[in-house]
C-alpha cells in the first residue's frame, strides 16, 4: 500500500477536506442524472437530480480552479453544477517517470539535480492529474550517477502535493547482482528508508534476472511492500519463473509493459497469461508507447491477458523523454487507445485506468455511491465513448475538493450559423 495513503489530510491551502461539497446534475455511465454530496474526503449520499440541492450556499460553476478551492470552506455545501458532464470514479496514473518526464527538449546530458528533477516532476503530476489522475505510480532511477538526489526531489513533489494528488514512487536499482550490486542493494535499502513505497527495476537489464528478482522480492517481503517491475516479457522461460516467484508475494507484484508477450507465438503468450493470472500478478500495460527501462515492443495483448483473468491496467509510461518525444499523460488518452486498437469496450478500457489501475496501485475501489472515496473525474459530454474521445473539458475531484478544471470552449465563425448549418447540440460553447 503506497505510504501516502497514511498521511492525515492536509492541503496546501490550509483547508481541511471535511468541507461538504455538493455536486448537481450530473450524468452517470448508467444513465441517471443525480445529486451527489461529498464530505469528508468521501461521497455521503447520491441522489435523484434535485433530491440534494437544499441547504446548500451559492453555486461555484463559474468559478475558477482557485476559488472552487477556496470557495468550499463553511458550514454550508457548496455547490458545483455539473449540468452536461458525466461523473466517473477517477483514474489513476499507473506507470509515470517523473525523473525524466519533459526533458525531450532538453540539450546535453540529463539533469538529475534536485531542482531540476523536481521542476519536471511536479508539472508532469499537475498535467497529469488536470486530465483527472488524482493518484500516481512514478518509477524513479536510484543509484549510478543519480544516486538517491531524483528519488530525494519527487518525495518532496510528493510532499508538496499532498492535498492535490497522492503520488507513490518506486526505487528502481540498476544492478542488484555481483559486485555492483551490493551497491545496488544498499542504495535500493536507503530509498525504502527515505520514503519509497515500492520495489522496482528491471531485472532484464542485471547480468542475473533471476538474482535480481529474488533480491527484490526479499527485500519487499522484509518491508511489506508491493513489487513492480519492468520486463517487457520477450523471453517465455524468464517470465515463467519471474512469475512463478511472484505468486508468494504480499501485497502483490505488477510487472510492465510486457509488450513482448505480443510477439509470441499465440499458445506461448496465452500460457504465460494463464501463469500470470495463476500467480495474481497484475499487468500494466501502456498503450501510448513503452518507456526507457523496456523494449518497444508495442502493447501488451490486453484481450488476451483479460480473457485468461489477468489483472490489466494502463498507464501512460514515458512523458516526453528519450523514448517518447511526445505525451500527454492522459489517462484517457490510454483508454482510447485500448478501445480503438486493441477492441475493448469503451466501459473495460476506462476500467483498465481506473478501477484496475487503484487496484494496482493498491488504493480503495471508487464507486459513485455513498461511502465511497470521493475520487472522481467530470468530463464533459454524456457517455464514456463521447467522452474518450473529446474529453476537453474537465472537472478533477481529490479527497471531495475540486483540485483542477478545464474548460474548453469552441466557436464557430458567424458564416456556419448564417448560412443555415445546424451547429452541434453544444452550440457554441463546449465541444463534448
Ligand atoms: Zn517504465
Known amino acids: 500500500m503506497p505510504d501516502s495513503q497514511q498521511q492525515p489530510p492536509h492541503s496546501p491551502s490550509g483547508q481541511t477536506d471535511t468541507a461538504a461539497l455538493l455536486l448537481c446534475g450530473a450524468r452517470l455511465t448508467d444513465g441517471r442524472t443525480v445529486d451527489v454530496r461529498l464530505g469528508g474526503g468521501r461521497i455521503e449520499a447520491v441522489g435523484t437530480a434535485g433530491s440534494l440541492a437544499t441547504g446548500t450556499a451559492g453555486s461555484l460553476a463559474t468559478g475558477t480552479a482557485g476559488s472552487l478551492a477556496t470557495g ?210 497484475t499487468v500494466v500495460c501502456l498503450p501510448q508507447g513503452a518507456c526507457g527501462s523496456a523494449d518497444r515492443r508495442g502493447t501488451a495483448p490486453v484481450r488476451l491477458l483479460r480473457a485468461a483473468g489477468v489483472r490489466v491496467a494502463a498507464g501512460s509510461g514515458a512523458l516526453r523523454d528519450v523514448s517518447n518525444p511526445v505525451g500527454r499523460g492522459d489517462p484517457l488518452e490510454a483508454a482510447y487507445l485500448l478501445a480503438s486498437r486493441y477492441g475493448l469496450r469503451p466501459e473495460e478500457a476506462y476500467d483498465a485506468v481506473s478501477r484496475a489501475a487503484r487496484a494496482a496501485l493498491g488504493l480503495p475501489e471508487v464507486r459513485v ?47 456556419a450559423a448564417e448560412s443555415g448549418l445546424e451547429l452541434p447540440r453544444q452550440g457554441r460553447e463546449e465541444p463534448s
Request: proline content about 5%.
Open 369 to 415: 455511491e455513498a461511502g465511497f472515496p470521493a475520487e472522481l473525474l467530470a468530463v464533459r459530454g454524456d457517455g464514456l465513448a463521447g467522452a474518450l474521445s473529446l474529453a476537453y473539458s474537465r472537472i478533477v475531484i481529490h479527497r471531495g475538493r475540486v483540485v483542477a478544471r478545464t474548460s474548453a470552449v469552441r466557436e464557430y465563425c458567424d458564416s
Open 72 to 281: 468550499a470552506a463553511g458550514a454550508l455545501a457548496a455547490k458545483v453544477d455539473l449540468t452536461g458532464y458525466l461523473l466517473l470514479p477517477a483514474p489513476a496514473e499507473a506507470h509515470a517517470h517523473s525523473d525524466t518526464a519533459l526533458t525531450a527538449d532538453g540539450h546535453g546530458p540529463l539533469a538529475y539535480d534536485d531542482r531540476a528533477v523536481r521542476r519536471r516532476a511536479t508539472e508532469a503530476a499537475l498535467l497529469q492529474l488536470g486530465h483527472g489522475a488524482t493518484a500516481l505510480r512514478s518509477h524513479v532511477r536510484v543509484g549510478d550517477v543519480q544516486g538517491l538526489d531524483a528519488l530525494t526531489a519527487v518525495l518532496e513533489v510528493r510532499r508538496s502535493l499532498r492535498g492535490l494528488a497522492d503520488l507513490a514512487t518506486v526505487a528502481m536499482p540498476r544492478v542488484l547482482t555481483g559486485t555492483a550490486g551490493a551497491d545496488g542493494l544498499a542504495m535500493l535499502r536507503d530509498a525504502l528508508k527515505m520514503g519509497a513505497s515500492v520495489v522496482g527495476g528491471c531485472p532484464d537489464a542485471d547480468p542475473d534476472p533471476t538474482g535480481y528478482v529474488e533480491a527484490v522480492l526479499e527485500l519487499a517481503s522484509e518491508h511489506g511492500c508491493p513489487v513492480d517491475l519492468h520486463t517487457d516479457a520477450s523471453d517465455p522461460a524468464r517470465l515463467a519463473r519471474l512469475t512463478a516467484m511472484a505468486g508468494g508475494l504480499r501485497p502483490g507484484v505488477t510487472l510492465g509493459p510486457c509488450g513482448g508477450l505480443g510477439g509470441l507465438p499465440p499458445e506461448v503468450a496465452a500460457r504465460a497469461a494463464d501463469q500470470l493470472a495463476a500467480a495474481g500478478v
